[in-house]
Nanobody, 120 residues
Framework: QVHVVESGGGLVLAGGSLRLSCVAS????????MGWYRQAPGKQREFVAA???????NIADAVKGRFDISRDNAKNKAYLEMNALKPEENATYYC??????????????WGQGTQVTVSS
């Protein structure tokens, strides 16, 4: 059974930075795609960023230039570096993984999410 676990969420002042981490474990096969999504209260979950094991990546326009995604293939880990955070980016941030190579899902494996609170 594959487990995806996020960490690194917390409270930050507007304009501040946070680094989220995600690790996928238990897969018999390589997790070739990992992505980050977020869901704010009362809103639909939205795509934030994704990266493949080959280094291809995609970042949502809303966060381009402020957020960055990276990964450690050997450890099936992905990271989301978030800078210049805005209060409207309060959300639960989810990590997802899949054995397929894809920058837009769908993902088979999802974490429970980590809360990011941006205080104005």
């Amino acid at each position: 059974q594959v487990h995806v676990v996020e960490s690194g969420g917390g409270l930050v002042l507007a304009g501040g930075s946070l680094r989220l981490s995600c690790v996928a474990s238990g897969s018999r096969f390589a997790i070739n795609s990992m992505g980050w999504y977020r869901q704010a209260p009362g809103k639909q979950r939205e795509f934030v960023a994704a990266i493949t094991s080959g280094g291809r990546y995609n970042i949502a326009d809303a966060v381009k230039g402020r957020f960055d995604i990276s990964r450690d293939n050997a450890k099936n880990k992905a990271y989301l570096e978030m800078n210049a955070l805005k209060p409207e980016e309060n959300a639960t941030y989810y990590c997802a993984g899949d054995t397929a190579y894809s920058l837009d899902g769908p993902y088979d494996y999802w974490g429970q999410g980590t809360q990011v609170t941006v205080s104005s």
